[in-house]
Protein backbone atom coordinates (compact mmCIF):
# COMPACT_ATOMS: atom_id res chain seq x y z
CA UNK A 1 0.00 0.00 0.00
CA UNK A 2 1.38 3.58 -1.15
CA UNK A 3 1.54 5.20 2.14
CA UNK A 4 -0.32 8.18 0.70
CA UNK A 5 -4.22 7.41 0.69
CA UNK A 6 -5.66 8.09 -2.64
CA UNK A 7 -8.89 6.44 -2.29
CA UNK A 8 -11.80 7.44 0.43
CA UNK A 9 -12.03 4.81 2.60
CA UNK A 10 -7.86 4.25 2.49
CA UNK A 11 -8.11 7.27 5.33
CA UNK A 12 -11.74 6.73 6.80
CA UNK A 13 -12.42 5.43 9.98
CA UNK A 14 -16.11 3.53 9.88
CA UNK A 15 -18.52 3.12 12.73
CA UNK A 16 -20.54 0.15 12.72
CA UNK A 17 -24.50 0.77 13.42
CA UNK A 18 -26.42 -2.53 14.28
CA UNK A 19 -29.72 -1.00 13.58
CA UNK A 20 -31.83 -2.57 16.00
CA UNK A 21 -30.08 -1.30 18.83
CA UNK A 22 -29.00 3.01 17.73
CA UNK A 23 -31.89 4.38 17.96
CA UNK A 24 -35.42 4.29 18.38
CA UNK A 25 -36.79 7.07 16.49
CA UNK A 26 -40.83 6.26 17.02
CA UNK A 27 -41.13 4.73 20.43
CA UNK A 28 -41.63 1.19 19.43
CA UNK A 29 -38.36 -0.32 21.22
CA UNK A 30 -36.75 -1.12 17.95
CA UNK A 31 -33.87 1.41 16.17
CA UNK A 32 -35.37 2.89 12.83
CA UNK A 33 -33.80 5.66 10.12
CA UNK A 34 -35.38 8.54 11.47
CA UNK A 35 -33.41 7.53 15.14
CA UNK A 36 -30.36 6.78 13.23
CA UNK A 37 -30.55 10.17 10.88
CA UNK A 38 -31.23 12.10 14.49
CA UNK A 39 -28.12 11.06 15.61
CA UNK A 40 -25.43 11.80 12.25
CA UNK A 41 -24.40 15.63 14.78
CA UNK A 42 -23.31 12.98 17.33
CA UNK A 43 -21.75 10.79 15.07
CA UNK A 44 -20.25 13.85 13.14
CA UNK A 45 -18.75 15.93 16.14
CA UNK A 46 -17.06 12.27 17.00
CA UNK A 47 -15.15 12.38 13.94
CA UNK A 48 -15.97 9.25 12.07
CA UNK A 49 -16.10 9.32 7.89
CA UNK A 50 -18.11 6.23 7.51
CA UNK A 51 -21.31 4.06 8.60
CA UNK A 52 -21.73 0.59 8.18
CA UNK A 53 -25.44 -0.22 8.56
CA UNK A 54 -25.99 -3.60 9.78
CA UNK A 55 -29.17 -5.34 7.17
CA UNK A 56 -32.13 -3.41 7.61
CA UNK A 57 -33.91 -4.80 4.37
CA UNK A 58 -37.20 -6.56 4.32
CA UNK A 59 -37.22 -9.69 6.64
CA UNK A 60 -38.91 -11.94 9.38
CA UNK A 61 -35.64 -11.11 10.95
CA UNK A 62 -35.20 -15.13 12.33
CA UNK A 63 -31.18 -13.62 12.39
CA UNK A 64 -32.05 -10.08 12.55
CA UNK A 65 -32.44 -9.04 9.33
CA UNK A 66 -29.17 -11.27 7.98
CA UNK A 67 -32.25 -13.44 6.30
CA UNK A 68 -33.55 -11.23 3.64
CA UNK A 69 -37.01 -11.70 2.09
CA UNK A 70 -36.75 -8.38 0.38
CA UNK A 71 -33.40 -7.18 -1.35
CA UNK A 72 -35.36 -3.90 -2.59
CA UNK A 73 -37.43 -2.45 0.28
CA UNK A 74 -36.48 -1.47 3.72
CA UNK A 75 -38.09 -3.04 6.64
CA UNK A 76 -41.04 -1.87 7.66
CA UNK A 77 -39.21 -2.05 11.50
CA UNK A 78 -36.56 0.20 10.66
CA UNK A 79 -38.78 2.64 8.79
CA UNK A 80 -39.33 3.71 4.93
CA UNK A 81 -37.26 4.28 1.92
CA UNK A 82 -38.27 7.96 1.94
CA UNK A 83 -36.64 7.77 5.80
CA UNK A 84 -33.79 5.69 4.33
CA UNK A 85 -32.96 8.10 1.73
CA UNK A 86 -33.45 11.07 3.89
CA UNK A 87 -30.55 9.49 6.26
CA UNK A 88 -27.85 9.46 3.38
CA UNK A 89 -28.84 12.82 2.24
CA UNK A 90 -28.29 13.51 5.71
CA UNK A 91 -25.48 11.80 6.33
CA UNK A 92 -23.54 12.78 3.02
CA UNK A 93 -24.38 16.18 3.99
CA UNK A 94 -22.74 16.05 6.80
CA UNK A 95 -19.44 14.73 4.54
CA UNK A 96 -20.18 10.65 6.24
CA UNK A 97 -20.62 8.17 3.92
CA UNK A 98 -22.29 4.85 4.13
CA UNK A 99 -21.53 1.89 3.22
CA UNK A 100 -24.41 -1.02 3.78
CA UNK A 101 -24.24 -4.64 4.69
CA UNK A 102 -25.48 -7.21 1.64
CA UNK A 103 -26.12 -11.07 2.51
CA UNK A 104 -25.38 -12.20 -1.15
CA UNK A 105 -24.79 -16.41 0.43
CA UNK A 106 -28.31 -17.12 1.22
CA UNK A 107 -32.08 -15.22 1.61
CA UNK A 108 -34.98 -15.97 3.95
CA UNK A 109 -36.82 -19.44 3.42
CA UNK A 110 -39.63 -16.45 2.85
CA UNK A 111 -37.85 -15.07 -0.34
CA UNK A 112 -40.22 -15.31 -3.20
CA UNK A 113 -37.13 -16.97 -4.86
CA UNK A 114 -36.76 -19.41 -2.22
CA UNK A 115 -40.30 -20.25 -2.18
CA UNK A 116 -40.59 -20.97 -6.40
CA UNK A 117 -37.65 -23.09 -5.90
CA UNK A 118 -39.12 -25.42 -3.24
CA UNK A 119 -42.80 -25.28 -5.04
CA UNK A 120 -41.49 -28.40 -7.15
CA UNK A 121 -37.98 -29.92 -8.35
CA UNK A 122 -38.59 -28.53 -11.97
CA UNK A 123 -39.49 -25.22 -10.69
CA UNK A 124 -37.39 -22.78 -12.98
CA UNK A 125 -35.53 -21.91 -9.65
CA UNK A 126 -34.98 -25.07 -8.24
CA UNK A 127 -31.47 -24.47 -9.32
CA UNK A 128 -30.96 -21.04 -7.61
CA UNK A 129 -30.76 -22.94 -4.23
CA UNK A 130 -28.57 -26.02 -3.51
CA UNK A 131 -30.92 -29.02 -3.11
CA UNK A 132 -29.62 -32.86 -2.86
CA UNK A 133 -31.12 -36.11 -3.43
CA UNK A 134 -30.40 -38.20 -0.29
CA UNK A 135 -29.71 -42.09 -0.01
CA UNK A 136 -33.08 -43.08 1.20
CA UNK A 137 -33.36 -40.40 4.25
CA UNK A 138 -29.52 -40.08 5.06
CA UNK A 139 -28.32 -36.22 5.48
CA UNK A 140 -26.43 -36.10 2.34
CA UNK A 141 -22.91 -35.58 4.69
CA UNK A 142 -21.95 -34.50 8.15
CA UNK A 143 -21.66 -30.45 7.14
CA UNK A 144 -22.76 -28.77 10.52
CA UNK A 145 -25.14 -25.30 10.72
CA UNK A 146 -23.41 -22.46 12.24
CA UNK A 147 -26.47 -22.26 14.50
CA UNK A 148 -26.94 -26.01 15.53
CA UNK A 149 -27.34 -29.27 14.21
CA UNK A 150 -27.25 -30.21 10.56
CA UNK A 151 -27.31 -28.11 7.33
CA UNK A 152 -29.08 -29.95 5.63
CA UNK A 153 -33.08 -29.37 6.15
CA UNK A 154 -35.65 -32.12 4.25
CA UNK A 155 -38.35 -31.17 2.48
CA UNK A 156 -41.06 -33.50 2.22
CA UNK A 157 -42.94 -32.19 -0.85
CA UNK A 158 -40.15 -32.43 -2.73
CA UNK A 159 -38.41 -35.13 -1.35
CA UNK A 160 -34.70 -33.67 -1.13
CA UNK A 161 -32.96 -31.73 0.91
CA UNK A 162 -31.49 -27.94 0.96
CA UNK A 163 -28.51 -26.64 2.54
CA UNK A 164 -28.12 -23.64 4.85
CA UNK A 165 -24.76 -22.56 6.22
CA UNK A 166 -26.78 -20.72 9.28
CA UNK A 167 -30.30 -21.31 10.41
CA UNK A 168 -32.51 -23.57 8.19
CA UNK A 169 -34.49 -19.85 7.52
CA UNK A 170 -31.52 -18.85 6.05
CA UNK A 171 -31.64 -20.89 2.99
CA UNK A 172 -27.89 -21.10 0.73
CA UNK A 173 -27.73 -19.84 -2.70
CA UNK A 174 -26.28 -21.69 -5.63
CA UNK A 175 -23.82 -19.35 -7.13
CA UNK A 176 -22.55 -21.82 -9.52
CA UNK A 177 -25.69 -20.81 -11.46
CA UNK A 178 -24.97 -17.32 -13.88
CA UNK A 179 -28.92 -16.27 -13.07
CA UNK A 180 -28.39 -16.09 -9.30
CA UNK A 181 -25.05 -13.80 -9.95
CA UNK A 182 -27.37 -11.22 -11.91
CA UNK A 183 -30.24 -11.24 -9.57
CA UNK A 184 -27.52 -10.01 -6.87
CA UNK A 185 -25.88 -7.95 -9.49
CA UNK A 186 -29.25 -6.10 -10.19
CA UNK A 187 -29.95 -5.28 -6.06
CA UNK A 188 -26.60 -4.31 -5.78
CA UNK A 189 -27.17 -1.87 -8.46
CA UNK A 190 -30.37 -0.37 -7.27
CA UNK A 191 -28.61 0.21 -3.48
CA UNK A 192 -26.13 1.81 -5.70
CA UNK A 193 -28.48 3.67 -7.33
CA UNK A 194 -29.97 5.12 -4.13
CA UNK A 195 -26.17 6.84 -3.42
CA UNK A 196 -24.82 4.28 -0.74
CA UNK A 197 -20.74 4.60 -0.67
CA UNK A 198 -19.99 0.98 -0.85
CA UNK A 199 -21.13 -2.50 0.66
CA UNK A 200 -19.97 -4.86 3.53
CA UNK A 201 -20.45 -8.28 1.78
CA UNK A 202 -21.86 -10.60 4.47
CA UNK A 203 -19.76 -14.60 5.17
CA UNK A 204 -18.64 -13.68 0.99
CA UNK A 205 -15.87 -16.71 1.48
CA UNK A 206 -19.22 -19.39 1.68
CA UNK A 207 -20.38 -18.51 -1.58
CA UNK A 208 -19.04 -22.12 -2.95
CA UNK A 209 -19.18 -25.41 -1.29
CA UNK A 210 -17.63 -28.29 -2.96
CA UNK A 211 -19.15 -29.96 -5.65
CA UNK A 212 -18.04 -33.13 -4.06
CA UNK A 213 -19.76 -32.56 -1.07
CA UNK A 214 -17.24 -34.53 1.32
CA UNK A 215 -17.49 -35.13 4.78
CA UNK A 216 -16.29 -32.41 6.60
CA UNK A 217 -13.07 -33.26 8.79
CA UNK A 218 -13.17 -32.51 13.17
CA UNK A 219 -10.38 -30.89 15.01
CA UNK A 220 -9.48 -32.85 18.49
CA UNK A 221 -11.82 -30.64 20.39
CA UNK A 222 -14.24 -32.47 18.49
CA UNK A 223 -15.44 -29.32 16.62
CA UNK A 224 -16.29 -29.80 12.86
CA UNK A 225 -13.22 -28.17 10.33
CA UNK A 226 -15.29 -26.06 7.84
CA UNK A 227 -12.78 -27.57 5.22
CA UNK A 228 -15.22 -27.92 2.21
CA UNK A 229 -17.99 -25.58 2.77
CA UNK A 230 -15.78 -22.34 3.10
CA UNK A 231 -12.82 -20.98 0.79
CA UNK A 232 -13.82 -23.45 -2.45
CA UNK A 233 -12.39 -22.94 -6.05
CA UNK A 234 -14.78 -20.89 -8.04
CA UNK A 235 -15.32 -18.28 -5.05
CA UNK A 236 -12.31 -16.20 -6.42
CA UNK A 237 -14.54 -16.01 -9.99
CA UNK A 238 -17.45 -14.76 -8.61
CA UNK A 239 -16.11 -12.17 -6.33
CA UNK A 240 -14.38 -10.91 -9.17
CA UNK A 241 -17.67 -10.40 -11.25
CA UNK A 242 -19.66 -8.96 -8.53
CA UNK A 243 -16.69 -6.59 -7.81
CA UNK A 244 -16.17 -5.72 -11.09
CA UNK A 245 -19.50 -5.04 -11.60
CA UNK A 246 -19.41 -2.32 -8.95
CA UNK A 247 -15.98 -0.78 -9.52
CA UNK A 248 -17.71 0.29 -13.14
CA UNK A 249 -18.51 3.24 -10.25
CA UNK A 250 -16.22 4.80 -9.53
CA UNK A 251 -15.31 5.34 -5.53
CA UNK A 252 -17.11 2.44 -4.54
CA UNK A 253 -15.69 0.29 -1.28
CA UNK A 254 -16.08 -3.12 -0.58
CA UNK A 255 -15.42 -4.83 2.19
CA UNK A 256 -15.72 -8.40 2.80
CA UNK A 257 -16.54 -10.96 5.78
CA UNK A 258 -13.87 -13.48 5.35
CA UNK A 259 -14.53 -15.64 8.63
CA UNK A 260 -10.69 -17.12 8.84
CA UNK A 261 -7.58 -15.98 11.29
CA UNK A 262 -5.54 -17.36 8.62
CA UNK A 263 -3.68 -14.42 6.59
CA UNK A 264 -2.60 -16.47 3.59
CA UNK A 265 -6.67 -17.32 2.74
CA UNK A 266 -7.65 -13.85 3.78
CA UNK A 267 -5.19 -11.69 1.78
CA UNK A 268 -6.67 -14.28 -1.37
CA UNK A 269 -9.96 -11.77 -1.06
CA UNK A 270 -8.56 -8.36 -1.59
CA UNK A 271 -6.12 -6.67 -4.17
CA UNK A 272 -6.62 -5.28 -7.63
CA UNK A 273 -9.93 -6.65 -9.30
CA UNK A 274 -11.14 -8.28 -5.86
CA UNK A 275 -12.34 -6.65 -2.05
CA UNK A 276 -10.26 -3.61 -1.34
CA UNK A 277 -10.35 -5.02 2.28
CA UNK A 278 -11.39 -8.13 4.15
CA UNK A 279 -11.73 -7.80 8.08
CA UNK A 280 -8.49 -9.28 10.02
CA UNK A 281 -10.13 -11.57 12.54
CA UNK A 282 -6.80 -12.32 13.69
CA UNK A 283 -5.87 -9.09 15.13
CA UNK A 284 -9.12 -8.31 17.16
CA UNK A 285 -10.89 -11.96 18.03
CA UNK A 286 -9.04 -13.19 21.45
CA UNK A 287 -10.32 -14.55 24.09
CA UNK A 288 -8.21 -12.76 26.70
CA UNK A 289 -5.33 -9.37 26.24
CA UNK A 290 -2.75 -11.20 25.08
CA UNK A 291 -0.28 -8.13 23.96
CA UNK A 292 2.88 -10.94 22.55
CA UNK A 293 -0.16 -12.13 20.53
CA UNK A 294 -1.42 -8.92 19.24
CA UNK A 295 2.20 -7.93 18.39
CA UNK A 296 2.80 -10.80 16.21
CA UNK A 297 -0.44 -10.75 14.78
CA UNK A 298 0.65 -6.73 13.53
CA UNK A 299 3.80 -8.19 12.15
CA UNK A 300 1.68 -10.82 10.13
CA UNK A 301 -0.38 -8.39 8.78
CA UNK A 302 2.49 -6.19 7.68
CA UNK A 303 4.35 -9.43 6.29
CA UNK A 304 1.26 -10.44 5.00
CA UNK A 305 -0.82 -8.13 3.17
CA UNK A 306 0.85 -7.04 -0.70
CA UNK A 307 1.49 -3.51 -1.53
CA UNK A 308 -2.12 -3.09 -2.92
CA UNK A 309 -3.78 -4.47 0.14
CA UNK A 310 -4.78 -2.40 3.74
CA UNK A 311 -5.27 -4.62 6.85
CA UNK A 312 -8.79 -3.74 8.95
CA UNK A 313 -8.70 -2.56 12.81
CA UNK A 314 -11.36 -3.65 14.56
CA UNK A 315 -12.00 -5.20 17.91
CA UNK A 316 -15.92 -5.44 18.62
CA UNK A 317 -18.53 -6.29 16.70
CA UNK A 318 -22.63 -7.20 16.39
CA UNK A 319 -20.46 -11.55 16.42
CA UNK A 320 -17.99 -10.62 19.03
CA UNK A 321 -17.92 -9.88 22.57
CA UNK A 322 -17.33 -5.83 23.53
CA UNK A 323 -13.52 -5.67 24.02
CA UNK A 324 -14.11 -4.01 27.19
CA UNK A 325 -15.18 -7.04 28.79
CA UNK A 326 -13.62 -9.02 26.79
CA UNK A 327 -9.98 -7.69 28.19
CA UNK A 328 -11.23 -6.64 30.88
CA UNK A 329 -10.56 -9.85 33.22
CA UNK A 330 -13.63 -8.82 35.46
CA UNK A 331 -11.52 -6.22 37.01
CA UNK A 332 -13.00 -2.92 36.84
CA UNK A 333 -9.81 -0.88 37.41
CA UNK A 334 -8.58 -2.29 34.37
CA UNK A 335 -11.80 -2.28 31.75
CA UNK A 336 -11.29 1.00 30.71
CA UNK A 337 -7.65 1.37 30.90
CA UNK A 338 -7.17 -1.19 28.35
CA UNK A 339 -10.26 -0.31 26.31
CA UNK A 340 -8.43 3.12 25.69
CA UNK A 341 -5.16 1.20 24.99
CA UNK A 342 -7.00 -0.59 22.10
CA UNK A 343 -8.84 2.11 21.14
CA UNK A 344 -5.15 3.84 20.59
CA UNK A 345 -4.18 1.00 18.78
CA UNK A 346 -7.03 0.76 16.34
CA UNK A 347 -6.73 4.61 15.74
CA UNK A 348 -3.16 4.35 15.37
CA UNK A 349 -1.97 1.55 13.81
CA UNK A 350 -2.22 0.60 9.97
CA UNK A 351 -5.63 -0.29 8.93
CA UNK A 352 -9.10 0.73 8.28
CA UNK A 353 -10.41 1.50 11.73
CA UNK A 354 -14.20 0.18 12.04
CA UNK A 355 -15.46 1.22 15.34
CA UNK A 356 -18.62 -0.70 16.61
CA UNK A 357 -21.32 1.34 18.17
CA UNK A 358 -20.91 2.33 21.80
CA UNK A 359 -17.04 1.21 22.41
CA UNK A 360 -16.49 5.00 22.47
CA UNK A 361 -18.92 5.18 25.84
CA UNK A 362 -17.02 2.11 26.93
CA UNK A 363 -20.64 0.28 26.75
CA UNK A 364 -19.78 -3.29 28.93
CA UNK A 365 -21.29 -6.74 27.79
CA UNK A 366 -25.03 -7.45 28.16
CA UNK A 367 -25.59 -10.51 29.56
CA UNK A 368 -29.26 -12.35 29.37
CA UNK A 369 -29.27 -14.82 32.08
CA UNK A 370 -32.60 -16.32 31.48
CA UNK A 371 -32.76 -18.40 28.31
CA UNK A 372 -36.43 -16.09 27.94
CA UNK A 373 -34.29 -13.06 27.66
CA UNK A 374 -31.89 -14.45 25.12
CA UNK A 375 -32.11 -12.55 21.45
CA UNK A 376 -29.92 -14.47 18.83
CA UNK A 377 -30.38 -17.46 16.89
CA UNK A 378 -26.80 -18.62 17.61
CA UNK A 379 -27.57 -18.62 21.49
CA UNK A 380 -31.75 -19.98 21.02
CA UNK A 381 -30.15 -22.47 18.22
CA UNK A 382 -27.69 -24.57 20.45
CA UNK A 383 -29.97 -24.41 23.00
CA UNK A 384 -32.44 -26.28 21.43
CA UNK A 385 -29.79 -28.69 20.23
CA UNK A 386 -28.75 -29.70 23.18
CA UNK A 387 -31.68 -30.14 25.02
CA UNK A 388 -32.64 -32.82 21.83
CA UNK A 389 -29.47 -34.20 22.66
CA UNK A 390 -30.74 -34.63 26.25
CA UNK A 391 -29.01 -31.91 28.09
CA UNK A 392 -30.67 -29.99 31.11
CA UNK A 393 -32.17 -26.94 30.86
CA UNK A 394 -29.01 -25.72 32.94
CA UNK A 395 -26.35 -27.34 30.63
CA UNK A 396 -28.24 -26.24 27.66
CA UNK A 397 -28.07 -22.49 29.07
CA UNK A 398 -24.67 -22.56 29.55
CA UNK A 399 -24.04 -23.88 26.19
CA UNK A 400 -26.45 -21.25 24.94
CA UNK A 401 -24.49 -18.12 26.62
CA UNK A 402 -21.57 -19.03 25.60
CA UNK A 403 -22.64 -19.21 21.80
CA UNK A 404 -25.07 -16.51 22.29
CA UNK A 405 -24.35 -12.80 20.52
CA UNK A 406 -26.39 -10.52 22.41
CA UNK A 407 -23.50 -9.23 24.63
CA UNK A 408 -23.02 -6.77 21.92
CA UNK A 409 -26.11 -5.77 21.03
CA UNK A 410 -27.82 -3.79 23.71
CA UNK A 411 -29.02 -0.53 23.32
CA UNK A 412 -26.90 2.54 22.61
CA UNK A 413 -26.59 4.19 26.14
CA UNK A 414 -27.82 8.05 24.88
CA UNK A 415 -28.26 9.26 28.69
CA UNK A 416 -29.36 8.22 31.88
CA UNK A 417 -33.21 7.59 31.63
CA UNK A 418 -34.30 4.14 31.93
CA UNK A 419 -34.19 2.96 28.72
CA UNK A 420 -30.83 4.68 28.24
CA UNK A 421 -31.99 7.69 25.77
CA UNK A 422 -32.68 4.92 23.24
CA UNK A 423 -36.70 4.58 23.39
CA UNK A 424 -39.73 5.80 25.75
CA UNK A 425 -40.54 1.58 26.23
CA UNK A 426 -38.56 -1.19 27.05
CA UNK A 427 -36.69 -2.48 24.21
CA UNK A 428 -36.77 -5.48 22.23
CA UNK A 429 -33.49 -6.23 23.85
CA UNK A 430 -32.29 -6.08 27.48
CA UNK A 431 -30.35 -2.53 28.70
CA UNK A 432 -26.78 -3.11 29.28
CA UNK A 433 -24.85 -2.91 32.97
CA UNK A 434 -24.41 0.27 33.98
CA UNK A 435 -26.55 2.34 31.77
CA UNK A 436 -27.65 4.76 34.28
CA UNK A 437 -23.95 5.35 34.68
CA UNK A 438 -22.17 5.18 31.47
CA UNK A 439 -23.85 7.29 28.34
CA UNK A 440 -22.86 9.56 25.76
CA UNK A 441 -24.58 12.53 27.60
CA UNK A 442 -22.02 12.88 30.61
CA UNK A 443 -19.12 12.15 28.61
CA UNK A 444 -19.60 14.38 25.79
CA UNK A 445 -18.68 17.18 28.61
CA UNK A 446 -16.16 15.48 30.44
CA UNK A 447 -12.96 15.83 28.74
CA UNK A 448 -11.02 13.13 30.27
CA UNK A 449 -14.24 10.23 29.54
CA UNK A 450 -13.33 7.37 27.26
CA UNK A 451 -15.66 8.84 24.47
CA UNK A 452 -13.11 12.42 24.97
CA UNK A 453 -10.54 9.98 24.14
CA UNK A 454 -12.04 8.81 21.38
CA UNK A 455 -13.10 11.96 19.75
CA UNK A 456 -9.10 13.42 20.21
CA UNK A 457 -7.22 10.37 18.66
CA UNK A 458 -9.92 10.27 15.71
CA UNK A 459 -9.47 14.41 14.83
CA UNK A 460 -5.23 13.65 15.33
CA UNK A 461 -5.80 10.31 12.38
CA UNK A 462 -7.93 12.44 10.45
CA UNK A 463 -5.31 15.52 10.28
CA UNK A 464 -2.02 13.54 11.13
CA UNK A 465 -0.64 12.05 7.58
CA UNK A 466 1.57 9.35 9.55
CA UNK A 467 -2.06 7.96 11.05
CA UNK A 468 -4.27 7.85 8.52
CA UNK A 469 -1.44 6.61 6.13
CA UNK A 470 2.05 5.80 6.64
CA UNK A 471 4.11 2.77 7.10
CA UNK A 472 5.75 1.02 9.96
CA UNK A 473 9.51 2.44 10.35
CA UNK A 474 9.65 0.40 13.52
CA UNK A 475 7.59 -2.20 14.77
CA UNK A 476 8.76 -3.83 18.41
CA UNK A 477 7.78 -5.11 21.66
CA UNK A 478 9.27 -3.76 24.91
CA UNK A 479 8.41 -6.13 27.37
CA UNK A 480 4.57 -5.76 27.74
CA UNK A 481 4.29 -2.58 25.55
CA UNK A 482 4.17 -2.60 22.21
CA UNK A 483 6.01 0.49 20.26
CA UNK A 484 6.04 1.46 17.03
CA UNK A 485 6.91 4.48 14.72
CA UNK A 486 4.86 5.13 11.43
CA UNK A 487 6.11 7.58 8.85
CA UNK A 488 4.86 9.36 5.98
CA UNK A 489 7.34 11.16 3.82
CA UNK A 490 8.27 14.45 6.54
CA UNK A 491 5.90 13.03 9.37
CA UNK A 492 6.46 10.69 12.49
CA UNK A 493 4.49 9.48 14.96
CA UNK A 494 5.45 7.10 17.69
CA UNK A 495 2.80 5.27 19.50
CA UNK A 496 3.65 3.34 22.82
CA UNK A 497 1.09 1.27 23.99
CA UNK A 498 2.34 -0.34 27.37
CA UNK A 499 -0.08 -3.01 28.24
CA UNK A 500 2.38 -4.10 31.32
CA UNK A 501 2.20 -3.47 35.15
CA UNK A 502 5.65 -1.64 35.57
CA UNK A 503 6.34 1.40 34.16
CA UNK A 504 8.18 1.56 30.59
CA UNK A 505 10.96 3.51 30.02
CA UNK A 506 11.45 5.25 26.47
CA UNK A 507 14.15 7.22 24.83
CA UNK A 508 12.41 8.44 22.12
CA UNK A 509 15.14 9.65 19.93
CA UNK A 510 15.99 5.86 19.15
CA UNK A 511 12.16 5.79 17.51
CA UNK A 512 11.90 9.39 15.07
CA UNK A 513 14.46 11.34 13.39
CA UNK A 514 12.69 14.29 14.62
CA UNK A 515 11.52 16.59 17.43
CA UNK A 516 8.10 15.24 18.79
CA UNK A 517 5.50 16.26 21.13
CA UNK A 518 3.11 14.12 23.08
CA UNK A 519 0.25 14.47 21.19
CA UNK A 520 -2.39 12.16 23.24
CA UNK A 521 -2.12 10.19 26.50
CA UNK A 522 -4.48 7.43 27.15
CA UNK A 523 -3.99 8.37 31.23
CA UNK A 524 -2.78 11.65 32.21
CA UNK A 525 0.20 10.78 34.01
CA UNK A 526 3.08 10.86 31.13
CA UNK A 527 6.14 12.37 31.93
CA UNK A 528 9.14 13.65 29.71
CA UNK A 529 12.36 14.38 30.69
CA UNK A 530 13.89 15.50 27.29
CA UNK A 531 14.22 12.85 24.88
CA UNK A 532 13.24 10.22 27.68
CA UNK A 533 10.08 9.10 28.85
CA UNK A 534 8.31 7.10 31.17
CA UNK A 535 4.78 5.28 30.21
CA UNK A 536 2.76 4.60 33.06
CA UNK A 537 1.16 0.66 33.32
CA UNK A 538 -1.58 0.49 30.88
CA UNK A 539 -1.36 3.38 29.16
CA UNK A 540 -0.57 4.40 25.62
CA UNK A 541 1.12 7.90 24.64
CA UNK A 542 1.06 9.24 21.08
CA UNK A 543 3.65 11.59 20.02
CA UNK A 544 3.92 13.44 17.02
CA UNK A 545 6.58 15.53 14.59
C1 LIG B 1 -22.30 -12.89 9.33
C2 LIG B 1 -22.98 -11.86 10.17
C3 LIG B 1 -23.75 -12.57 11.24
C4 LIG B 1 -24.78 -13.47 10.59
C5 LIG B 1 -24.13 -14.42 9.60
C6 LIG B 1 -25.15 -15.08 8.71
O1 LIG B 1 -21.35 -13.61 10.04
O2 LIG B 1 -22.06 -10.93 10.66
O3 LIG B 1 -24.35 -11.69 12.14
O4 LIG B 1 -25.44 -14.21 11.58
O5 LIG B 1 -23.24 -13.74 8.75
O6 LIG B 1 -25.68 -14.18 7.78
CA1 LIG C 1 -38.61 2.16 16.06
Sequence with gaps: MNNKPKLWWQNTTFYEIYVPSFCDGNGDGIGD????????????????????????????????GYDISDYYNVDPDYGTMADFERFIEEAHRRDIRVIVDLVLNHTSSHHAWFQESKSSVSSPKRDWYIWKSPEGKALPNNWESFFGGSAWEWDEPTGQYYYHAFAK????????????????????GFWLDKGIDGFRLDVINFLKVSGEFQDNPYDDKGEQIHRYDQNQDGILEAIHEICQYVHQREGIFMVGEVGSEDMDILSRYSGSGLLDVVFNFNLGSQEQLNPERLYRELQLMEAKHRRDQLPTLFFSSHDMQRHISRFGDGDPSLEERRARLIATLMLTAKGVPFIYYGDELGMRNHVANRIEDMRDIQGLGHYEVALKNGRTEEEALAIARAKSRDY???????????????????????MGPHHTQIHAE?????????????KQLLSLRRRH????????????????????????????????LNFGSEPLQLNLSDWANRELHLAAASQKSVSLDGPSAVIPPHTAAVWLS
Aim: glycine fraction near 8%; proline fraction near 7%.
Design 169 to 188: EQVDLNWANPEVREAMKDVM
Design 33 to 64: FPGITSKLDYLKELGIGGIWLTPFYTSPKIDN
Design 442 to 454: TQQKQTDSIYSYY
Design 465 to 496: PALFGGDYAKLEMRDQAIVYTKRSDEHEAVVA
Design 408 to 430: SRSPMQWNGEPFGGFSSREPWIG
